[in-house]
């Protein structure tokens, strides 16, 4: 059965910093498209960050590019959100997803592209 759990959320103040990890089991994700996303009280879930299968290709939504940094470690099958400089803004349920295909030739940024989802950690960024 795949699995993927996320931790690493918490509670920090605006300008700090905190490490989002994505601890994949029951399949290896090294050919899979993975990504983050998030999902704010009253707001649609909204795409964060993604790599292709590879990993050498990155894409960042405009709000988080140059703050956030997303990677990935094929031997652990874990993949990593580093957050620094936090707003307020990005206080949210934070998402880590897979896709089901393996070497799909670009970056997944919608939602409904991807088939596994972890259960979210919640990330509060207080001002």
């Known amino acids: 059965q795949v699995q993927l759990v996320e931790s690493g959320g918490g509670l920090v103040q605006a300008g700090g910093s905190l490490r989002l990890s994505c601890a994949a089991s029951?399949?290896?994700?090294?050919?899979?498209?993975m990504g983050w996303f998030r999902q704010a009280p009253g707001k649609e879930r909204e795409f964060v960050a993604a790599?292709?299968?590879?990993?050498?290709?990155?894409r960042y939504a405009d709000s988080v590019k140059g703050r956030f940094t997303i990677s990935r470690d094929n031997a652990k099958n874990t993949m990593y959100l580093q957050m620094n400089s936090l707003k307020p803004e990005d206080t949210a349920v934070y998402y880590c997803?897979?896709?089901?295909?393996?070497?799909?030739?670009?970056?997944?940024?919608?939602?409904?592209?991807?088939?596994?989802w972890g259960q979210g950690t919640q990330v509060t960024v207080s001002s």
């Open positions: 790599f292709s299968w590879s990993g050498g290709s990155t």
């Open positions: 997803a897979a896709s089901s295909e393996t070497y799909i030739p670009y970056i997944l940024t919608m939602s409904g592209a991807y088939h596994y």
């Open positions: 029951g399949r290896s994700f090294s050919n899979y498209a």
